[in-house]
């Protein structure tokens, strides 16, 4: 297990994660981004505004930017213009 | 054994209930250090005590068969953990931690079941205080249905608020999560946000209230019924 930070990157600069979570891996970590994501972006869509987020910034304990998952890659295959 | 004199009491229920009342459940009460963490009542398995807290705040959270959690509702000095007791339960589908370390009394379910036979008036005050309690559960049933994370989360940290002392509350966003089920960066935008409109000042496992008010309004509604019914039926709170 190893420890993960999930950094939002906004207009305005980086939310940062202050706790982080413990996974197996980077794969596992992405896969929490791509959950989390989700939610931003249905909470986003519910309260009828843009998300504050455009993509997670996932950092190793040193701080190392490991990968970079726009929030984009969350939506379902399909969903409405993503491929405009 | 001695026993804690009234005044001395700080739990609210213990506080507002008569001289012969307290003179029943009184000998009772074994104080208890509350650590952050302890399981007092595990989903489906018999309970033999209830805690009347006097400082700290418990949590009482259901779960999925996936061991997805929510939060159901709190309680502090302002109540007790245990109550299905008084409803002639000893084992219920809920788990009941304590989530900020505190300290209480315990009390076994037999004596206070005597001490409510002896009692009207503890008995009274102490089934008040479960409507109470299911008060604050269907508004977090409302929140939960109708509310934003962000609005979700000044509620809750409202609740937390008038259970400690002071203006700070230690909790991590990982903690926060689990209480209100969203994911963790949920947790850690909402409390951007609410940081931004300047309600609150959010470090890294500390959150302090600043202000209270504007997070009443935020709360727009959903904070307030159920502290008012404690108010009304029972005595002071917050």
């Known amino acids: 297990m190893s420890r993960f930070y999930l950094h939002q990157k906004t207009a305005n600069g980086i939310i940062e994660d202050p706790d982080g979570t413990e996974v197996v891996d980077l794969t596992a970590a992405r896969h929490e981004a791509i959950l989390a994501a989700r939610q931003l972006l249905a909470n986003a869509i519910l309260a009828g505004v843009a998300p504050l987020g455009t993509a997670f910034h996932i950092a190793d304990e040193t701080g190392q930017v490991l990968l970079e998952v726009p929030f984009r890659d969350a939506l379902p295959p399909g969903f409405i213009s993503t491929n405009e | ?238």
Request: hydrophobic letters at 40%; a negative charge.
């Open chain 2, 1 to 238: 054994m001695p026993h804690p004199t009234q005044s001395f009491v700080r739990n609210g229920l213990l506080s507002v209930i008569d001289a012969a009342a307290y003179a029943v459940i009184g000998p009772h009460l074994e104080p208890v250090d509350l650590p952050k963490g302890t399981v007092l009542i595990e989903a489906g398995e018999p309970f033999t005590h209830a805690h009347f807290f006097n400082s700290g705040i418990g949590s009482i959270v259901v779960s999925t068969p996936d061991s997805q959690r929510v939060e159901a509702g709190i309680f502090g000095r302002d109540g007790l953990s245990g109550f299905g007791s008084l409803l002639g339960v000893d084992q219920c589908p809920q788990t009941t931690m304590v989530q900020v370390e505190g300290e209480g009394y315990r009390v076994s379910i037999e004596a206070l079941r005597t001490a409510c036979r002896q009692s009207d008036s503890l008995r009274e005050t102490l089934l008040r205080y479960v409507h109470v309690f299911i008060s604050q559960t269907s508004y977090t049933s409302l929140s939960n249905v109708s509310q934003s994370v962000e609005g979700r989360l000044a509620r809750w940290l409202l609740m937390c608020h008038d259970r400690v002392t002071g203006d700070d509350i230690a909790l991590t966003h990982e903690f926060l999560s689990i209480m209100l089920a969203v994911q963790r960066p949920s947790v850690t935008t909402a409390l951007h946000m609410i940081e931004g409109y300047g309600f609150i000042k959010a470090r890294r496992s500390n959150i302090t209230i600043v202000d209270r008010d504007a997070l009443i309004d935020f709360a727009d509604g959903m904070y307030g019924t159920p502290e008012a019914e404690y108010r009304r039926l029972i005595g002071p709170f917050g």
